[in-house]
């Protein structure tokens, strides 16, 4: 979904669980994903990223789900910890083929020890 | 250097005034961006170019324009800030690879 005017939720984990960070799409026809993270002051970073033939990926702590049946992705971060705290969106880079990259609602991870 | 740059990195204006952000890349894409987030809110875009000579409205370019004066450079200009363009504005370039954010500019028009 689009990111226009909804405040983004929130999830809190204890240092060392693991975080799953959920993003639904609207587009069925949207072919690659990518996740980012921001943190405090900076810029979106990349993360990692799937495309629509695949159903999982890997990265290093990281892993991503996409379920194109019910248009849902998944970041899942492995023994979450204090550096991870930061703003996770999801964005689509050819928003119903325009080439434009539209970010997902974001979630804002905070880590308590 | 970073590949993404920002000028200024922080403003502060008065309402009405005219104000530029600056943006320049070493990235050499031909793709730039200038999306706005307010705070506890996604980046909305704004204005987009694929090259040179192209230039597009994003969701929100009400109250903006922007310049592509260069490959390398891409301005956002508010032409009668007001308040609720307070905000902090990134500035984005892409090709085959992926996206490459600037730091961000954050603006507030008092």
């Known amino acids: 979904g689009e990111s226009v005017g909804l405040h983004l939720p929130t999830l809190s984990v204890q240092e060392g669980d693991n975080s799953i960070i959920n993003c639904a799409y609207s587009?069925?026809?949207?072919?690659?994903f990518i996740w980012y993270k921001q943190e405090s002051g900076k810029g979106p970073q990349f993360i990692i990223d799937?495309?629509?033939?695949?159903d999982k990926r890997q990265g290093q702590r990281v892993t991503v789900l996409l379920n194109k049946t019910v248009k849902h992705l998944s970041l899942q971060i492995a023994a979450t910890q204090p550096g991870d705290s930061a703003v996770y969106f999801c964005?689509?880079?050819?928003?119903?083929?325009?080439?434009?990259?539209?970010f997902g609602t974001g979630t804002r991870l905070q880590v308590f020890p | 250097d970073a590949d993404v740059t920002q000028t200024p990195r922080n403003r502060i204006t008065k309402t009405g005034k005219r104000i530029m952000l600056e943006c320049s890349q070493t990235?050499?894409?031909?793709?730039m961006y200038w999306y706005r987030q307010d705070p506890g809110l996604g980046l909305q875009l704004i204005y987009y170019?694929?090259?040179?000579?192209?230039?597009n409205k994003g969701e929100i370019s009400d109250g903006y324009s922007v310049s592509r004066q260069a490959q390398a450079k891409f301005s956002l200009s508010l032409e009668s800030a007001i308040p609720n363009q307070t905000a902090l504005y990134f500035c984005?370039?892409?090709?085959?690879?992926?996206?490459?954010f600037g730091s961000g500019t954050r603006l507030t028009v008092v």
């Open positions: 984005a370039t892409s090709d085959q690879d992926g996206y490459t």
């Open positions: 587009n069925s026809a949207s072919d690659y």
């Open positions: 799937i495309r629509s033939n695949m």
């Open positions: 964005a689509d880079p050819n928003h119903y083929n325009t080439d434009k990259l539209i």
């Open positions: 990235k050499g894409h031909d793709r």
């Open positions: 170019s694929f090259d040179v000579k192209d230039i």
